[in-house]
């Protein structure tokens, strides 16, 4: 697992050389770091990269709840860190990270990505091609009105 053990704040450096949006975000991309499988997509701000490193496991800010989100705080799915790699541009982070559970999706899939464009006959369309693994709705606390992806994806 990666952390980092030196005191880092929100002035350090490194922090500048990300381009960070319009709304002081990220894209972030989870990717599993042994099969390369690409899990879901994200945002982090700074605080959010900073309790990442701290911690060992990813960070997210939730856009729709406007607060750092713990991938896994409810579901126990967390991803804990292997590497972060920053691309060329500057404004795409890539996480490598260790699953817990296999299950990145807040729909109990292994990852967010379970729809592909098939081209029929009858046109595109969007065709799932991964089975869920785990029934989420027992899982999540959901207060009235809200949907899995409100209660932990934070917009993912």
């Avoid at 002035?11 to 960070?20: K, M, N, T, V, Y």
């Avoid at 804990?80 to 990270?97: E, F, P």
Wanted: proline letters at 1%.
């Amino acid at each position: 697992m990666f952390t980092v053990d030196t005191a880092i704040t929100e002035a350090s450096a490194f922090l500048d050389e990300i381009r960070w949006n319009h709304d002081g975000l990220v894209n972030v991309v989870a990717q599993d770091a042994e099969s390369r499988e690409i899990l879901m997509q994200a945002w982090m701000n700074r605080e959010a990269l900073l309790e990442t490193l701290r911690r060992g496991e990813v960070v997210y800010w939730s856009r729709s709840r406007q607060k750092l989100w713990h991938k896994g705080e409810e579901s126990g799915h967390v991803q804990k860190l292997h590497a972060l790699r920053l691309d060329c541009d500057g404004d795409v982070i890539v996480a490598d990270v260790e699953q817990v559970g296999g299950i990145a999706c807040h729909t109990g899939r292994a990852n967010c990505f379970f729809r592909t464009l098939a081209v029929t006959g009858a046109g595109p369309e969007w065709v799932t091609n991964s089975a869920v693994l785990k029934d989420m709705s027992q899982v999540y606390s959901q207060p009235q009105g809200t949907s899995h992806r409100d209660s932990e994806t934070g917009d993912s």
